[in-house]
C-alpha cells in the first residue's frame, strides 16, 4: 500500500510542529514547502535525523518550489504573515490574501484530489478564498479554527475546576476572531453538563478569554502567534480524513442553508472522514447564543465580501 503524501505549505513554526508531530504519529510522508531558501529543507532534516529516537520510519523533505506539492493527500496551508501585537487577524487579509492565491493555483495544477486544511488568517475568509481559487469541492477545503478554540476553552475550563483538560469536551462556533461564540450547554467534563459544575458567570469569563487566546499569546510572545497548538489541531483533522475516524470536529466548513447561513465559511461542528467534511450537524441555541452566532457570521460576511470583490 503506498504511504500517504501530506504537504506542509508554509514552514515556520506552525509548519515544523506539524512536521514533528506527523513523523510521531506516522499518518505519511511530508514534504514542506516554503518560499525561504533553505528553512524547509533544515527543518526536515533535523526532524528527520532524530527519528530514530522517536521510532519513526516518516520520510520528510523540504522544497522551495509549489511543483513539489504533486500528489499530495493532505495539504496543509499554514503560508502567510502572523500577527504582530495589537493587530486583528482581520488585518492580516490583503496581505495574506495574494499568498493563497497563489497556493491555491498551484494546488489545483499539482494536487487536484487533496484534501486541504487552511490555518491562515483572517481564516474563514482565507478558507473560502481557497475554494473559490482552487474550484475543489468544498468538502474537501476546511479552515482549522473550530478545534482549537474548542480546545482553548476546555483548556480554561479544565484550569478553573481543577481537572484534566482531556476530560472536558467543548464547543465553540462562529468566526475565528473576536466573535466567536463559546456555547455554555454543550461543554462537559468527564460526561458531566458544565452547568453542574460552573455558574454562567465563570463561564461567560472563560469564553472571553477563549475568544481573546489567540491575542493573549502575541502579548506575551511579542514576535509571533500562537503555534503549538494550532498546528496540533490541524493534525487531528488531517488524521481523522487519513484514517476515516469520523471524527465530531468543530471546524470552518461551507455552509449551504445550515443554521440558515449560504456560501459561507463558518466554524460549526462536522464529521470528518475519508469523504473529508461528511456531514455538517446543526446544534440548537438559545437565544443569545444565537443572537451571538449571527453577528459572528454578519463578521464572516464582511470578509468573505471583500474575498469575492477581489475575484
Not at 494550532?230 to 465530531?248: Q, T
Request: a negative charge; hydrophobic letters at 45%; charged letters at 20%.
Amino acid at each position: 500500500m503506498a504511504r500517504k503524501k501530506i504537504a506542509l505549505v508554509g514552514a515556520g513554526q506552525i509548519g515544523g510542529t506539524m512536521a514533528l508531530a506527523l513523523a510521531q504519529k506516522q499518518l505519511g510522508d511530508v514534504v514542506l514547502v516554503d518560499v525561504v531558501p533553505g528553512v524547509p529543507q533544515g527543518k526536515a532534516l533535523d526532524i528527520m535525523e532524530g527519528r530514530s529516537v522517536i521510532n519513526s520510519s516518516t520520510q520528510l523533505s523540504g522544497s522551495n518550489d509549489y511543483a513539489d506539492l504533486a500528489g499530495s493527500d493532505v495539504v496543509i496551508v499554514t503560508a502567510g504573515v502572523p500577527r504582530k501585537p495589537g493587530m486583528s487577524r482581520d488585518d492580516l487579509l490583503g496581505i495574506n490574501y495574494g499568498i493563497i492565491e497563489k497556493v491555491g493555483l498551484a494546488l489545483k495544477a499539482t494536487a487536484p484530489n487533496a484534501f486541504v486544511i487552511v490555518i491562515t488568517n483572517p481564516l474563514d475568509a482565507m478558507v473560502y478564498a481557497m475554494q473559490k481559487v482552487t474550484g475543489f469541492p468544498s468538502n474537501r477545503v476546511v479552515g482549522m479554527a473550530g478545534v482549537l478554540d474548542s480546545s482553548r476553552l476546555a483548556c480554561f475550563v479544565a484550569m478553573e475546576l481543577g481537572v484534566a483538560a482531556e476530560d472536558v469536551s467543548a464547543v465553540v462556533m462562529g468566526g475565528h476572531g473576536d466573535t466567536m461564540v463559546s456555547l455554555y450547554n454543550y461543554v462537559s467534563v468527564g460526561g458531566i453538563p458544565l452547568p453542574q459544575l460552573m455558574d454562567k458567570e465563570t463561564f461567560d469569563k472563560l469564553a472571553v478569554r477563549t475568544a481573546n487566546a489567540g491575542g493573549e499569546i502575541v502579548e506575551l510572545l511579542k514576535t509571533g502567534s500562537a503555534f503549538y497548538s494550532p498546528g496540533l489541531s490541524a493534525i487531528k483533522m488531517a488524521e481523522a480524513y487519513l484514517l476515516d475516524k469520523k471524527s465530531v470536529i468543530t471546524c470552518a466548513a461551507k455552509l449551504n442553508g445550515e443554521y440558515g447561513v449560504n456560501d459561507l465559511y463558518c466554524g460549526v461542528p462536522v464529521v470528518i472522514g475519508a469523504g473529508g467534511v461528511e456531514k455538517i450537524l446543526e446544534v440548537a441555541m438559545d437565544a443569545s447564543e444565537k443572537a451571538a452566532f449571527d453577528k459572528s457570521v454578519a463578521a464572516v460576511k464582511n470578509n468573505a465580501d471583500w474575498v469575492n470583490a477581489k475575484g
